[in-house]
């Protein structure tokens, strides 16, 4: 991928971005179930690339951008996030029940997909575990996950993990906002009494002013470094480090040791054997 590619792919997922924030800003009912623009813009280039329609053509480079995107995003997930004992304390219940119910779910996850082999041979390896990461932890999980397989030479998770993450949100959305508005009508929320009395912007996308508020602080003079562009910078060394502890952590078999193909080896490293 060129630079030009990857502008390019950027340009196509601007625009749909923009379109699924316009239809969602006139299509009310989708307020209401509280689809992101992301995802209705995503739903119509679907609809309109080669696996329905077919009068957009989508980059054979789309299918690259999840796994290199996804450095990115668990980077940056700690930044400006402190630390204490109290603040660790708090969390050890949710740790516990969630970390219980995801091994459940992996365990479930596996047979589940052994036993669906039989019914669909042609389906990648370990396809059964992507349901567990689609739907406990969304599309970044899954692209972590299926680029992980990828790194181990099982090509086909990535496609699985994302229709997955998809259909999984859409009925996530569609059910759970369902037994929200059952909740809701019932008395037992604490957050939205009346949701027929909010406000338009509630369900909207675009603030009134007198509700905007800033989303961050500026941490440099603009003399030295753009703050925004010193965030960025911290990003490429923080996945190189994380490169740097997992080749620690998973070292390559030693040279004329590896039962298997390179195409196979952990990380794309080649022992020498092959």
Not at 65 to 75: F, G, R
Not at 105 to 113: D, H, P, W
Not at 225 to 245: R, V, Y
Request: a positive charge; glycine letters at 12%.
């Amino acid at each position: 991928m060129t630079v030009k590619t990857f502008l390019s792919d950027m340009l196509l997922l601007s625009v749909f971005m923009l379109i699924g924030f316009f239809v969602r800003e006139k299509v009310k009912p989708l307020q209401k179930l509280f689809l992101p623009s992301s995802l209705i813009g995503g739903l119509i280039l679907l609809i309109l690339g080669p696996q329905l329609v077919n009068v957009i053509a989508v980059p054979e480079s789309f299918s690259g951008l999840p796994s290199a995107l996804i450095d990115v995003v668990m980077a940056s997930l700690v930044f400006g996030v402190s630390f204490n004992r109290e603040k660790i304390a708090s969390y050890l219940d949710y740790t516990c029940v969630p970390m219980t119910a995801y091994g459940m779910q992996m365990a479930v996850g596996a047979l589940l997909g052994f036993l669906l082999t039989k019914l669909w041979p042609g389906l990648p390896e370990g396809w059964g575990v992507m349901g567990v990461f689609s739907f406990h932890g969304g599309h970044g999980t899954a692209a972590a996950a299926a680029a992980t397989f990828e790194k181990l030479g099982i090509d086909g998770n990535m496609a699985v993990g994302m229709v997955l993450s998809t259909f999984g949100l859409i009925v996530a959305m569609l059910v759970g906002m369902a037994l929200v508005n059952f909740g809701v009508r019932r008395g037992w929320a604490t957050y939205v009494k009346e949701p027929k009395a909010q406000p338009a912007h509630f369900y909207g996308g675009v603030l009134p002013e007198e509700k905007r508020t800033a989303t961050g602080h500026t941490v440099t003079t603009g003399i030295s470094i753009n703050h925004l562009a010193l965030q960025g910078a911290w990003l490429p060394p923080c996945s190189w480090a994380a490169s740097c502890l997992m080749w620690s952590a998973w070292p390559p078999p030693p040279s004329g040791s590896c039962p298997v193909s390179c195409g196979a080896c952990l990380a794309a490293r080649c022992c020498g054997s092959c």
